[in-house]
């Protein structure tokens, strides 16, 4: 019988049948999950397990460029942990928005690493894998049928602006993982996916309320970042019906009534509310009661059925290739005049590169030590005593952008301006060559609404059998 | 009293890509309640302080975790070209030398 089958056997009545305990193994798998807290939640022995692998933060670049946010190594050592943490158990596994950004290309370098571990370690299970691509086509028929919704200030896009996305993508909900429970799968890997939704679909198909279901959900994504002081050590969250019990599962990680209403606040323009593809968290009515000093007892959280069926798209398209100058001055008469210069130097290079290269580049000169982090609308009271210089330009080709900032290299370390008197040199090279090519560079093209009839066509499950 | 002296987090974060978000937290209900009231942190002088157009920061209270939080939109999207902070981690500068 499947590990589902017999989570359900479990369960005959339901959430009147006991608590159901949930361990969150990890909040982004593949930047090494700390293996004591790991063991100790093993040996709770939860229903299930959970790992999200996804974040938009890290920017547009993985969901353009397709690779994985997290290193080859460490990513398979993860997975090997928790593969062989749930098979011991026999419990389900359920993976969200693998390799970071859940396109195509991250579920299949995620889907080879778990075939791989299987084959070496010789573990045998089913298999489902969700699909979380949207095809060009069903962005622009919503476009034209106004389904499309932009979000903050993003813009329509254009046709040419959906067709050249590399990966589109939208965020699978409860129903994605549902239908792959269904398919009596004891891993199930999913591409882009709401955090929630890992630790939603479970409690859902035994018949839990969604209200609390959806906000242990939501605080155990992260593991034991709601702690104080917080960390990333796996997080075990046990659903009571109308209440839910949490606890890292790092004895030095603290669950209190402060600490986890705070962790409503994290990431999250409204602390009140949650919005998700079948639904919305509401929070308003929350209590928080502290059990001891490590766990917290949480209730009041209310589900909303959404009346219409959306999910969140997000796109990547490429804006050409980046790469830098790396350079630092210690002058101060450089650092009071560096606006004057850099502009100068943009003008010569564009004066000089613009019948070269069509003048197709954009250029950005990153002043460290002054405003390279925060555009402050003031200046500085005192200026700095070293600034640091990062030329950055992006162009459509690699040979293009080495030209340009070759170019603007030689003349901001030879600009002469008025009271100079290292007639030598503006600048300091760390290491030479101070060029470095950082490859293609991507823009988000898509972070948009996209109102729906039905959810379960645009996720398919693929199942294997290992 | 300094904000950095009467609170015990200031971290800024994005909302999504499209938004930077700011939560203040304070270790009591006294210096919660100085923050909450503080002009300093009304949404006409934190835009000032960010060089943003008025109107433009939202101040939410939190009571529950005894904490504010700022939102704004970002200048960019995040990793946009240009961006300078595509996680929005370092966009509470400009608040550490708040007096409340």
């Given amino acids: 019988m499947s590990a589902v089958g017999k989570l359900r056997d479990r369960f005959p009545r339901g959430p009147e049948t006991r608590p159901l305990p949930a361990l969150a193994a990890s909040g982004q798998l593949g930047y090494g999950i700390p293996e004591p807290a790991l063991k100790a939640g093993l040996e709770r022995e939860p229903d299930f397990i959970g790992c999200d692998m996804g974040s938009i933060d890290p920017g547009p670049h993985y969901l353009g460029s397709g690779q994985i946010a997290t290193s080859d190594i460490m990513t398979r050592r993860d997975l090997g942990l928790v593969l062989r943490g749930a098979r011991a158990l026999d419990v389900p596994l359920l993976l969200g928005t693998a390799g970071c950004a859940g396109a195509r290309p991250h579920l299949d370098t995620t889907l080879d690493m778990i075939r791989a571990i299987a084959t070496e370690e010789g573990l045998h299970f089913r298999l489902a894998a969700i699909g979380a691509d949207i095809p060009a086509d069903t962005v622009k028929a919503a476009r034209r049928e106004n389904r499309l919704r932009p979000l903050g200030q993003m813009a329509m896009p254009s046709d040419e602006e959906i067709d050249g996305s590399t990966n589109l993508v939208a965020q699978m909900g409860t129903e994605a993982f549902r239908r792959a429970l269904d398919t009596e799968a004891d891993v199930i890997i999913a591409g882009r996916a709401c955090d929630t939704a890992i630790f939603t679909a479970v409690p859902e198909m035994l018949g839990f309320p969604l209200g609390p279901a959806t906000h242990m959900a939501k605080i155990i994504e992260c593991t034991s970042i709601c702690c104080t002081p917080g960390g990333r050590d796996a997080m075990l969250g046990t659903l009571e019906g109308d209440s839910f019990l949490i606890e890292s599962m790092n004895p030095a990680r603290h669950a209190t009534p402060m600490s986890v209403a705070a962790h409503a606040l994290y990431e999250q323009a409204d602390p009140y509310k949650v919005h998700e593809p079948e639904g919305t968290l509401h929070l308003d009515d929350v209590v928080y009661d502290a059990v001891d000093e490590h766990r917290v007892r949480v209730h009041g959280a209310r589900w909303e059925q959404a009346a219409q069926l959306s999910v969140k798209l997000e796109g990547a398209i490429p804006v050409g290739e980046r790469g830098m100058v790396l350079a630092g001055a210690a002058d101060p008469r450089f650092i009071a005049a560096v606006d004057e210069i850099t502009e100068a130097v943009e003008k010569t290079g564009r004066e000089l590169l613009g019948e070269t290269l069509g003048g197709d580049f954009q250029l950005f000169f990153r002043v460290y030590g002054r405003d390279g982090v925060v555009p402050w609308p003031d200046p500085p009271a005192e200026p700095p005593r070293e600034v640091f210089v990062m030329v950055e330009c992006i162009a459509p080709t690699a040979d293009q952008v080495k030209t340009v900032l070759a170019c603007c290299k030689q003349y901001l370390l030879h600009h002469g301006f008025p009271g100079r008197l290292s007639t030598a040199g503006n600048i300091a090279f760390p290491f030479t060559p101070p060029e470095v090519l950082a490859g293609p560079a991507y823009r988000f093209s898509l972070y948009h609404v996209m109102q729906v009839d039905a959810l379960a066509p645009l996720f398919p499950i693929q199942v294997e059998e290992l | ?100």
């Fill in chain 2, 1 to 100: 009293m300094k904000l950095t002296d009467a609170a015990t987090v200031i971290r800024s974060k994005n909302a999504r890509p499209l938004q930077i978000t700011i939560d203040l937290m304070f270790e009591d209900q006294a210096r919660f309640d100085l923050a909450r009231q503080s002009p300093s942190l009304s949404p006409a002088n934190l835009a000032g302080l960010y060089g943003l157009q008025q109107g433009s920061v939202q101040v939410l209270p939190f009571p529950q975790a005894l904490a504010i939080k700022l939102v704004f939109d970002r200048r960019t999207v995040a990793g946009d070209p240009g961006d300078r902070d595509v996680y929005g981690t370092q966009q509470h500068g400009p608040l550490l030398g708040v007096e409340l």
